[in-house]
């Protein structure tokens, strides 16, 4: 069975930071583009940035552009989001989504394999 697994998530104060993990359960990542979204309470899920099977990322969310980082952990099957100056409005449940593809796409629908979340708390 196809599963990520996403944890890292944690309470936080604004200008600290987190580091969450997507990693894959019966499957390799080798061949596949992970995307991570976010999802505020009372908000609709964004697209917060994507990396593809050749190590290319991007940043789809301006607000996270300069603070966020997207990369693959030296054993290829996990994905990570550095997230650095947080910020109160970045509170939300984060999650990884994947595709074997090699092109990204900030349309939620267009993943195969989603893990369940986790929460990201930024707060005093």
């Known amino acids: 069975q196809l599963q990520l697994v996403e944890s890292g998530g944690d309470l936080v104060q604004p200008g600290g930071s987190l580091r969450l993990s997507c990693a894959a359960s019966g499957f390799t990542l080798d061949d596949y583009i992970i995307f991570w979204f976010r999802q505020a309470p009372g908000k609709g899920r964004e697209g917060v940035g994507c990396i593809t099977s050749r190590n290319v990322s991007s940043d789809y969310l301006d607000s996270v552009k300069g603070r966020f980082t997207i990369s693959r952990g030296n054993a290829k099957n996990t994905v990570y989001l550095q997230m650095n100056t947080l910020e109160r409005e970045d509170t939300a449940v984060y999650s990884c989504?994947?595709?074997?593809?090699?092109?990204?796409?900030?349309?939620?629908?267009?993943?195969?394999?989603w893990g369940q979340g986790t929460q990201v708390t930024v707060s005093s």
């Open positions: 989504a994947a595709k074997s593809t090699r092109y990204c796409s900030p349309n939620y629908r267009y993943y195969d394999v």
